[in-house]
T-cell receptor, first 114, second 113 residues
Framework: GENVEQHPSTLSVQEGDSAVIKCTYSDSASNYFPWYKQELGKRPQLIIDIRSNVGEKKDQRIAVTLNKTAKHFSLHITETQPEDSAVYFCAAIIPNQAGTALIFGKGTTLSVSS | KAGVTQTPRYLIKTRGQQVTLSCSPISGHRSVSWYQQTPGQGLQFLFEYFSETQRNKGNFPGRFSGRQFSNSRSEMNVSTLELGDSALYLC????????????FGPGTRLTVT
């Protein structure tokens, strides 16, 4: 079945720096890749997603890139701010099913210090 | 639109008991998925319901079950609770019709003693 690996598990950056989180997936049939941000004690929040027919997507300071050949996708956060500190999860939709079931990476704890 | 809601927010149960958790999706959404979140295993897919039918199931034992009602509200039940069932149980709402975006509820924190 589908497997998602996420790196790094922790990431510390200075305010204003960029942060990059990388994920790889195992099943080439996956076609939807969302990213979630989870602050302490809160629900996971969908921040950006990408479909397999697109190579890159941007939304203000965040962007996601997808390399289907290598089966990996990355989250890029530019000009980081303290409020970006949270756990970030990547996910891939389980392929060949009619529903929306997701397989998640283990998460990256991002700490932005001012 | 109101977001996804879950009740109760916190539960403490004893081993061997059973528990029922409830999830109300975003108005108009017909798909509800359930996930278990633990520090060790992360977010794991339990099952998905769409139009009152289970559409997908993860790799959890039969003690974990669910259902969906005609108004799209969903419940999940865990029978014969074990200590390892202690976790945050999250449900996610999706339109379920060609759109994959899922929006999570606040979760139910279950503690089994």
């Amino acid at each position: 079945g589908e497997n998602v690996e996420q790196h790094p598990s922790t990431l510390s950056v200075q305010e204003g720096d960029s942060a990059v989180i990388k994920c790889t997936y195992s099943d080439s049939a996956s076609n939807y890749f969302p990213w979630y941000k989870q602050e302490l004690g809160k629900r996971p929040q969908l921040i950006i997603d990408i479909r397999s027919n697109v190579g890159e997507k941007k939304d203000q300071r965040i962007a996601v890139t997808l390399n289907k050949t290598a089966k990996h996708f990355s989250l890029h956060i530019t000009e980081t701010q303290p409020e970006d500190s949270a756990v970030y999860f990547c996910a891939a939709i389980i392929p060949n099913q009619a529903g929306t079931a997701l397989i998640f990476g283990k998460g990256t704890t991002l700490s932005v210090s001012s | 639109k109101a977001g996804v809601t879950q009740t109760p927010r916190y539960l403490i149960k004893t081993r061997g008991q059973q528990v029922t958790l409830s999830c109300s999706p975003i108005s108009g959404h017909r798909s509800v998925s359930w996930y278990q979140q633990t520090p060790g295993q992360g977010l794991q897919f339990l099952f998905e319901y769409f139009s009152e039918t289970q559409r997908n199931k993860g790799n959890f034992p039969g003690r974990f079950s669910g259902r969906q009602f005609s108004n799209s509200r969903s419940e999940m039940n865990v029978s014969t609770l074990e200590l390892g069932d202690s976790a945050l149980y999250l449900c996610a709402s999706s339109s379920g019709q060609g759109a994959n975006e899922q929006y999570f509820g606040p979760g139910t924190r279950l503690t089994v003693t």
